[in-house]
């Protein structure tokens, strides 16, 4: 009776198995990594790599740039691109995105970027002009939806005012208290308490231009009712006792 040797290979071990799997998982693991940073624009083949912050921000936002972006994908690579100081590439990407005609009434997100394009220009006064357009037809377009708009679909219930609305009215305020019109500066200040009453820094803000104004106690109502939030706020305090003390 004849008998038959069966080679065994390493793969036949099962720690030598497991040990090729585990090898083998690492240097996969390893190669979509290297895919993904490559990709998110973390990593070059060019013997350079991206250095600043502003620099990633491009280049995430960019990966988010085709034929079907939405207005919001526009505006952050926009804006990316100004942060990283390509104002050139930034008004051309700009005038791309208005030929795509995005849906921009939320948060009239391509105006959003032109501001800041205009702002990254040195022309300030035109940027705050621009954004109080962007402020006036943002919120608009919010209120409109909040009380017409379906139920099944209403994006100003599901997501609130957009973020436009913030960002434009602090350039505005902080502009205005810059040109000394303290009138236009409250105005602008009661509107972003309107829509964020419980942002306790403009609260701090409007109650020392009402205090400059001569309006004591719409001053100590702000400023206690910042201290509502931040309780050891320096400033707010530091007004309260200007002005007397909290009653």
């Not at 434009?168 to 810059?178: A, K």
């Amino acid at each position: 009776m004849s008998t038959s040797n069966k080679q065994r290979t390493g793969w036949n071990d099962p720690v030598a198995r497991w040990l090729g799997i585990f090898i083998a998982t690492l240097i996969i693991g390893s190669l979509l990594t290297l895919i993904s940073l490559f990709l998110m624009g973390f990593l070059r083949f060019d013997d350079s790599t991206v250095q600043s912050r502003a620099e990633r921000d491009v280049a995430s936002a960019g990966l988010r740039i085709h034929d079907n972006s939405n207005a919001d994908d526009w505006q952050n690579y926009i804006t990316a691109l100004i942060a990283d100081g390509q104002l050139e590439r930034a008004e051309r990407e700009l005038e791309r995105a208005k030929a795509f005609d995005p849906d921009v009434e939320r948060g009239q997100q391509l105006l959003f970027a032109e501001a800041a394009l205009l702002d990254g220009q040195g022309d300030v006064t035109a940027a705050v002009e621009i954004l109080r357009e962007v402020i006036e037809e943002s919120i608009a377009a919010y209120k409109y939806e909040r009380d017409y708009g379906p139920d099944e679909m209403n994006w100003a219930q599901a997501r609130g005012i957009h973020r436009n609305v913030s960002a434009g009215l602090g350039h505005i305020i902080f502009y205005e208290l810059g040109e000394g019109n303290y009138d236009a500066a409250l105005y602008y200040m009661d509107l972003f308490l309107e829509h964020y009453p419980r942002d306790a820094g403009i609260m701090i803000e409007r109650a020392e231009v009402r205090a400059q104004m001569g309006d004591a106690e719409g001053a100590r109502a702000d400023f206690e009712e910042a201290l509502r939030f931040m309780p050891h706020d320096e400033r707010a305090h530091a007004g309260l006792e200007q002005l007397g003390g909290a009653e």
